[in-house]
């Protein structure tokens, strides 16, 4: 898809007539990580993935990583598909961008899906990861993430929170590393970084408010997840959306849909088609 002079690029799956369901990844993954749920699911809904500016293979444009920029994306994207109302699934840092979205646009989406992530910086205090990323930044070494791609992604997986035995195969590692091997490309993780686990609130273009969404939505977080406190964090989103449930997976990490695609994809699908009773 064309916008702002480059090009967005993302997944189309499923009866295009069928209900939408639009997955918004985060850091340091692209719509690869939503390979489960959308082989699940694509059979009853229509599944698009984007790839944000800079990840996937979508071209680099580190100015449209703010919460702002996403939702004008968002947006150019439903135009571009035809598509008038969805169902969102955001994971980690997808999930913040994801807030004024969905807070701006509730006539334009439904029931919510929010994995492994938080509305603030909040939950994260005094986590492991969220204190590796303080002192990087204060040394000026946050770029020297990618000096070694072959180790960036285990690294950065097992700071964040992995299942015990959990490891990605060779192609799906090499599928998230490769994302990283371009300047332009790394600058908009680092971007990405910037505006969502480094910025103590939503960088958003007006206050969010209070209440987010009165939409039945499914707050889904790992047990083993690293980079919050899984509590706060439900405490935090829950008052955001005050229709909502929580689901903890014991043995899981911070990348629940790498990790236990399948559970998720049966939680989805139930969580999905209870729409037809709302």
Known sequence: MPWQGGRVHYLDEGPRDAPVLLCLHGFPTWSLLFRQPLAALATDWRVLAVDLPGFGCSDAQPAALTPRGVTALLLALLESTGVDRVHLLAHGAGVRLALDFVARHQDVVGRCC?????????????????????????????????????????????????????????????????????????????????????????????????????????????????????????????????????????????????????????????????????
């Open 114 to 278: 929010l994995i492994s992530g938080s509305a603030s910086t909040a939950p994260m205090l005094g986590t492991s990861w969220y204190e590796w990323l303080l002192d990087r930044q204060a040394d000026a070494r946050l770029a020297a993430l990618f000096d070694d791609l072959d180790t960036l992604l285990p690294g950065l997986m097992r700071r964040m929170g992995t299942g015990h035995g959990f490891s990605l195969g060779a192609t799906q590692m090499e599928g998230y590393a490769a994302v990283f091997r371009s300047e332009p490309c790394r600058e908009a993780a680092l971007r990405l970084l910037e505006q969502t686990d480094l910025a103590p609130l939503p960088q958003t273009s007006a206050p969010l408010p209070a209440v987010i969404s009165e939409q039945s939505t499914l707050l889904v977080y790992g047990g083993l997840d690293r980079t919050l406190d899984i509590e706060a964090a439900t405490r935090e989103l829950g008052a955001a959306f005050p229709q909502h449930r929580s689901v903890h997976l014991p043995g899981v990490g911070h990348f629940v849909p790498e990790e236990a695609g399948d559970l998720l994809s049966s939680l989805l699908a139930v969580f999905l088609r209870e729409r037809d009773s709302d």
